[in-house]
């Protein structure tokens, strides 16, 4: 009864909910944030966020012998060399007491939680180029 009532919950969900556009990123301030206004529109609160990602190549050696280890632990005790890559997100924030407070406490270097959505638009640059832009809108 109670995987019936799931499955019809889940169907009613499916048939209203049809996408999810949805970003949650944990990172550090890289810049202090920015407060911009463009004439006849709101202003916006503009600032980039790091986040990594570490993974490690090579062969290990703990997963053998029969243990079971601990995942972090088993991460640190592998062998071969540790990979770390760093993605940079614009993040807009548009929203009045949610941008005052970012602009007014965020600063550089700062660890974030920052929930949003994805926005791709473009833009035409200084010498007339067609550029993309991905931005965070939180």
């Not at 029969?66 to 060399?81: A, N, R, S, V, Y």
């Not at 994805?118 to 550029?131: F, L, P, S, W």
């Amino acid at each position: 009864m109670i995987r019936r009532t799931v499955m019809h919950l889940y169907m009613y969900l499916l048939s209203y909910v049809s996408a999810m556009n949805r970003v949650q990123l944990l990172g550090r301030v890289g810049q202090d944030p920015i407060m911009r206004q463009v004439e006849g529109k709101n202003p916006v609160t503009i600032f980039s966020l790091a986040t990594n990602e570490m993974w490690r190549t090579g062969e290990s050696d703990a997963t053998q012998g029969g243990e079971i280890w601990h995942p972090t632990l088993l991460f640190l005790c592998e062998l071969g060399d540790i990979s770390q890559k760093t993605t940079w997100h614009r993040i807009s924030v548009f929203r009045p007491g949610l941008r005052d407070v970012t602009y007014q406490y965020v600063k550089k270097g700062s660890r974030l939680y920052v929930e949003g959505k994805i926005d791709y638009g473009e833009y035409t640059d200084k010498n007339n180029v067609r550029r993309q832009a991905t931005t965070i809108i939180a």
